[in-house]
C-alpha cells in the first residue's frame, strides 16, 4: 500500500500521559500536515511541514503539543500531559512537491484519554 | 478567516434518483474547494477539487460539482444514487494566492442512500 499510514491506530492513556503517534507520507510528497477531529465535527487543522521546515502551526496547537519531521520524511506528533479534551482522532494528509493542492490523508489515530 | 458550511447533518435519497450535497463557503480572495468522503473507519478520501478553469467538476464515482462564485457555494452532485454512495461527505477550502495551505473544513454531511 503505498498511501498516507499512520500508527497506532488507536491510542487509549491516562490523563496525564504522553503520547506520541507517527505518520509516514506517500514517498516523494514533501508536505505534510495534522489535522484532529472530534466527533460531530470536520478535520481542523494543526500543523504543517514543508520538506522538515515547520511552515503553519494552528491556535489550536498548544504548549503540550509538538510536531517533528526530522528528516523530512515521517513526522511525530506528541502530546504532553495529556487531558480528556484531547481526545479525538488525529489525522495525517501529505501532498506532492508542486502541480496538485490535493492533500492524501491517511487512516488516522484515534486517542482517547480516560 | 475562512469557513465552509454544510447545512444539512444528513441527506436522504433513495437509489436511482440524482442527489445533493450543499456547500457554501466564505474566503478572502480566491478559493481553492474540495470535496472529500469517509466511509466507516477508512479514511478521507479525496473525490474532486476546483481550483481554476471550468466551474463543473468531475471527480471519482460519478460524482461532480459546480463551482458558483456568486453564491460562494460547491455543491456536489451524483445523477443516480448508489447505495455503496451512502458515507460521510466534507467540504473544505483554502485561499489562493497566500502561503497558507491549511484546510477549512465543514462539519460534513451523512449521506443515505436507501434501496
Redesign the interface.
Known amino acids: 500500500d503505498t498511501g498516507v499510514s499512520q500508527n497506532p491506530r488507536h491510542k487509549i492513556t491516562k490523563r496525564g500521559q504522553n503520547v506520541t503517534f507517527r505518520c509516514d507520507p506517500i514517498s516523494e510528497h514533501n508536505r505534510l500536515y495534522w489535522y484532529r477531529q472530534t466527533l460531530g465535527q470536520g478535520p481542523e487543522f494543526l500543523t504543517y511541514f514543508q520538506n522538515e521546515a515547520q511552515l503553519e502551526k494552528s491556535r489550536l496547537l498548544s504548549d503540550r503539543f509538538s510536531a517533528e519531521r526530522p528528516k523530512g520524511s515521517f513526522s511525530t506528533l506528541e502530546i504532553q500531559r495529556t487531558e480528556q479534551g484531547d481526545s479525538a482522532m488525529y489525522l495525517c494528509a501529505s501532498s506532492p512537491p508542486q502541480g496538485s493542492e490535493t492533500q492524501y490523508f491517511g487512516p488516522g489515530t484515534r486517542l482517547l484519554v480516560l | 478567516a475562512q469557513s ?1 458550511a454544510q447545512p444539512e447533518d444528513q441527506v436522504n435519497v433513495a437509489e436511482g434518483n440524482p442527489l445533493t450535497v450543499k456547500c457554501t463557503y466564505s474566503v478572502s480572495g480566491n478559493p ?1 474547494l ?1 470535496w ?1 468522503v469517509q466511509y466507516p473507519n ?5 473525490l474532486l ?1 476546483y ?1 481554476t478553469g471550468d466551474n463543473l467538476v468531475k471527480g471519482s464515482y460519478g460524482f461532480e460539482a459546480e463551482f458558483n462564485k456568486s453564491q460562494t457555494s460547491f455543491h456536489l452532485k451524483k445523477p443516480s444514487a448508489l447505495v455503496s454512495d451512502s458515507a460521510l461527505y ?1 467540504c ?1 477550502v ?1 485561499v489562493l494566492d497566500t ?10 454531511t451523512r449521506l443515505q442512500v436507501q434501496p
Open positions: 465552509v481553492y474540495f472529500y477508512r479514511g478521507l478520501q479525496f477539487k481550483i466534507s473544505a483554502r502561503g497558507r495551505r491549511a484546510l477549512t473544513f465543514g462539519s460534513g
